[in-house]
């Protein structure tokens, strides 16, 4: 494995870790509030931060230490790096039509939303 893309894995995994430690602590104080059981676990705090922190950690080096993870890592990382991206005026010109498509439905939607608000007012008079 080359060092620049176990530095990568590496810092990838931290960031999901942390996620998934953050979605648990958010998880646990939502459950709190529905169930009563949660709420006597999340007023200990080593319910409330530890398992959160624990979780995290654990996903983190399940994953660090797997070899399949690391192959199929390695693997999306080889095909990131053949992504062309367009050109900076291939950017704009693409950018721009989409902004000229979005006014022209925008206008299409305000239009026919008048005409069916003009139709119903005209039936319920």
């Known amino acids: ?3 620049s893309n176990s530095k990568i894995i590496t810092g990838c995994l931290g960031l999901f870790a942390a996620l998934i430690g953050v979605t648990t602590h958010l998880l646990i ?3 709190s509030g529905a169930f009563a059981f949660m709420a006597r676990l999340s007023d200990q705090d080593i319910f409330k931060h530890g398992l959160p922190i624990t979780v995290g950690l654990a996903i983190f080096f399940v994953c660090q230490f797997n070899p399949k ?3 199929w890592a ?3 990382i080889a095909e990131v790096k053949k992504v062309v991206f367009p050109s900076r005026k ?3 010109a693409m950018t721009i039509s989409v902004v000229i498509m ?3 439905s925008s206008v299409i939607i305000t239009l026919m939303d008048w005409a069916s608000g003009l139709g119903i007012n005209s039936l319920m008079k």
Do not use: G, Q
């Open 69 to 71: 993870f690391n192959i």
């Open 29 to 31: 104080k939502a459950l």
């Open 102 to 104: 979005v006014l022209i």
């Open 74 to 76: 390695e693997e999306v």
């Open 90 to 92: 291939d950017t704009v």
């Open 1 to 3: 494995m080359e060092n």
